[in-house]
Every structure is written in C-alpha cells, then in structure tokens.
C-alpha cells in the first residue's frame, strides 16, 4: 500500500514540473513576442527571464521551495499577459485601418466602412470606404471561399453572403496589424494583433487573392444554408462586427482565428457539427464540409475543387461590376 502511495506520489510530482516547465517555456515566449515588454527590451527581457528560472530551479533547495519561486515567476508573467487590453486607436495599416459597424432600420442593414479597394498591384490601390445597404428580406445564399499560398494543410476563410439584388458581401476575419507590422503566425498567439473584421465588395477581398497576389489558389464553395439560417448567421456577424468597433478584441491563432470565429458564428445562429481537428488544419475543410454534406457532393471532391477553383474567372473578369456573378458560373449549386 505504502508504495502505491509513494508511487502516486512520484507522478503527481513529475507532472507537476512537466506542468510547470510548459508554462515557464509559455511565458519565456510570451515575454519575446507578445507586447508585455517594449519592442526594444523583448528579447533581452525573455533571455533575463529564463536566466533567472533556470538560477532559480538550480541553486534554490528543497525542491518545493524552488517550485514556490518558479510558480511565482509565472504567474507574474500570466498576470502581466491577461492585463494587455487591446485597442481602436493605433496606427494601423490602410487595408484594416476602419472598423465597420452597422444600423438597422426593420429587414434594411446599413453597414459602415465596407473596404471596396481598386487595386494596381498587391501594394498600390485606391484606398475606398463605403456605406452599403442590404435588405434581409432579400439574404438568399453563403458561400465559403478557402485560399491556399503554401501548406495544402492551411487556408483561409472567407464568408460571403448573396442577395436575390445581385449584390454580394465578403467577410474576413483577420489580423489588424499596425502600419510597420507584418504577421507572422507565431505572434498570433501571443496577443500581438487585435482582431479585425473585414467586410467587403468580392472584387476587392477575393480578386486581390486571385489577380494581384503571387501562388494564392482561390475555391469557392456554395453553404447548404436555409435562408432563415444565413440571415442568423449574418446578423451574428453584424453584431460581433459592431461590438468590436466598441470594445475591441484580440486575435488568436488558435482559439479565435479565421476559421474557429466561424464556427462560433454557425454556433450561435443554430445547431452546429461537432468539433473536428480540420477547423485548425483548416486547409482540410472542405474534406469535412463534403463529409458533412454541407457543400455540393454530387461529384467527387476532386471533381468539385476543379470545378469551384475560381483564379482563371477572376482574372478573366477583372474589375467588370458583375464580377461576383462571373466567378460562380459553372460553379456546383451556384448557376451557368
């Protein structure tokens, strides 16, 4: 009996340090890249911090005191992390630099600061910002569009939302980064980037994927959705949008990124599929949208994602204004 107990006794113990050590490498990492320490001071602060850890696990005896000290460390660390707020006012770059926000007056939405940019090149465009109006009465169809520029096992999402008036809205949930910033996916999860959400005209959000940037591949699938359900769905995108213009929020790159945002979305507007391993490897999600029966499965997967694969019909149609309509015909469940 007495070596069960000192048995239990040595696990609990390993996985306790095991515990502590992750969280120690946590907050090393946390004090490189995310904004707990100036610029300037992160990386020497970091090595400091380790230092001191590893001094600490070293010299301080017994082994529960030492234990003591490191817990201590970390939590300083996680307190620190948990009290960055995020913010509206920065400078941030001109492709996320507007919040939308939007007004409702019955079925009719007035949505503000839709980014509707005129490209030249990925890097110089005609910056424009509009207010759109869009009758909910009117919400007929969702499509997803999955963009691929390296890993076939990542993408990014988009949302786009059709009206029976020809207009169509795209929405995509991504980093909003400051005029000297770039991302880097590593930073993502370290409350580097609040949370940015874009709506805005297809010509703009897809044809700079398809016409402007260098080995980006563009598929867009047309949602099984009632029109009951898009309209849910839409207005839970609305208000998050709106919100943040109020209160802004952090970006994640694993709990609140493009593709689990979603999800919280398809969640709060009705019942949702369980959880899947593909919403993080999410350059699998059409496999598990065409396993759900969520998307057209009249044809094999192959087939469809030669079919929905939309690069050549956007350049083809270039800045034309029935651009949205072009780039679905012959598309599975969209027409022509």
């Known amino acids: 009996?007495?070596?069960?107990?000192?048995?239990?006794?040595?696990?609990?113990?390993?996985?306790?340090?095991?515990?502590?050590?992750?969280?120690?490498?946590?907050?090393?990492?946390?004090?490189?890249?995310?904004?707990i320490l100036p610029e300037r001071f992160a990386t020497g602060g970091a090595a400091a911090f380790a230092v001191v850890a590893l001094g600490a696990g070293v010299v301080v005896r017994?082994?529960?005191?030492?234990?003591?000290?490191?817990?201590?460390?970390?939590?300083?660390?996680?307190?620190?992390?948990?009290?960055?707020?995020?913010?509206?006012?920065r400078d941030w770059a001109p492709d996320v630099a507007r919040a939308p926000w939007a007004t409702f007056d019955g079925d009719r939405v007035t949505l503000h600061e839709v980014r509707n940019f005129d490209y030249v090149t990925e890097a110089d465009y005609t910056e424009r910002w509009e207010d759109r109006t869009y009758d909910l009465s009117r919400l007929a169809t969702v499509d997803l569009s999955l963009t691929y520029w390296g890993s076939p096992h990542i993408a990014h999402t988009i949302v786009s939302f059709g009206f029976t008036d020809g207009q169509y809205l795209a929405v995509s949930i991504e980093t909003r980064r400051e005029r000297t910033e770039s991302y880097s996916a590593t930073r993502g999860f370290f409350r580097r980037y609040e949370l940015a959400y874009v709506f805005a005209d297809e010509r703009d959000l897809l044809r700079l994927r398809t016409n402007y940037r260098q080995g980006e591949d563009v598929y867009l699938f047309r949602i099984h959705a009632t029109p009951e359900r898009a309209r849910a769905l839409f207005l839970d995108y609305l208000n998050t949008a709106t919100e943040l213009a109020r209160r802004p929020g952090w970006y994640n790159a694993l709990t609140g990124n493009c593709t689990t945002n979603i999800?919280?979305?398809v969640q709060n507007s009705g019942p949702a599929n369980p959880w899947s391993w593909q919403l993080l490897a999410n350059g699998h999600l059409d496999e598990l949208l065409y396993a759900r029966g969520a998307i057209d499965t009249s044809l094999p997967l192959a087939e469809l994602k030669t079919r929905v694969w939309i690069n050549d019909k956007a350049r083809?149609?270039?800045?034309?204004?029935?651009?949205?309509?072009?780039?679905?015909?012959?598309?599975p469940g969209m027409g022509g």
């Open 316 to 331: 083809a149609a270039g800045q034309v204004p029935d651009f949205s309509t072009r780039i679905r015909d012959g598309v």
């Open 263 to 265: 999800r919280t979305h």
């Open 62 to 89: 017994p082994w529960r005191r030492a234990y003591a000290v490191l817990t201590i460390l970390v939590t300083g660390v996680l307190a620190a992390f948990f009290s960055l707020t995020a913010s509206n006012e």
């Open 1 to 35: 009996m007495r070596s069960a107990v000192r048995r239990g006794h040595r696990v609990a113990t390993a996985v306790a340090w095991v515990t502590l050590v992750g969280f120690l490498t946590w907050a090393v990492l946390a004090l490189a890249l995310s904004p």
